[in-house]
């Protein structure tokens, strides 16, 4: 059984994901987060799973076992961001949290939405919120590759059998009125 990754495709509220919405992003091996506000702290929730994940905390099973009444049901929160007093007038500090470790990572990061949420992320703890957007996708390759027969019949048709139809059907037209 391959890692368990927890597609996420509805945001709540915030600058970081606003942007994303329609957008799926994949956590892999995620752990669940609780937003709790304390004194200096301000936490806001960014995402989480599905109404039908579920939180296991029986990690020596390979296999979750769904009827585990000590699994908790979803949605569980996976990403939030917050703010705190760092105690310098007009200074707040940013923080964003996220439960995996490995969802910015190489193997990840090109997964749909990923490489949006983490420049996001950066943005808005940079407070750069004008530059938070959804970047236009990479051109794809997509070369045509043909054998050395393929290659001659498309020239063969382009070339020679088309341009022929072109002319007979003229010449059976010109015929036909004259």
Do not use: C
């Amino acid at each position: 059984m391959g890692p368990q990754v927890a597609l996420v495709r509805s945001y709540d509220s915030h600058a970081i994901v606003n942007e994303l919405k329609g957008t799926a992003t994949g956590f892999p091996l995620s752990r669940s987060l609780e937003v709790k506000n304390a004194g200096k702290s301000s936490v806001e929730k960014l995402f989480g799973s599905s109404d039908t994940s579920l939180a296991t905390s029986d990690l020596n099973s390979p296999k979750v076992d769904p009827n585990n009444p000590k699994n908790r049901k979803g949605p569980l929160t996976i990403g939030a961001a917050g703010t705190y007093n760092t105690g310098n007038k007009d200074s707040q500090g940013r923080f964003v949290v996220v439960g995996s470790s490995s969802w910015a990572a190489n193997s990840f990061i090109n997964f749909n939405g990923n490489s949006d949420l983490a420049l996001n992320s950066v943005d808005w703890l940079a407070s750069d919120e004008d530059l938070i957007s959804i970047r236009p996708k990479e051109q794809e390759d997509r070369r045509i590759t043909m054998t050395r027969s393929q290659l001659t019949l498309v020239r063969t048709t382009s070339q020679f059998l088309l341009p022929l139809v072109v002319i007979v059907a003229g010449v059976s037209v010109w015929w036909k009125r004259r």
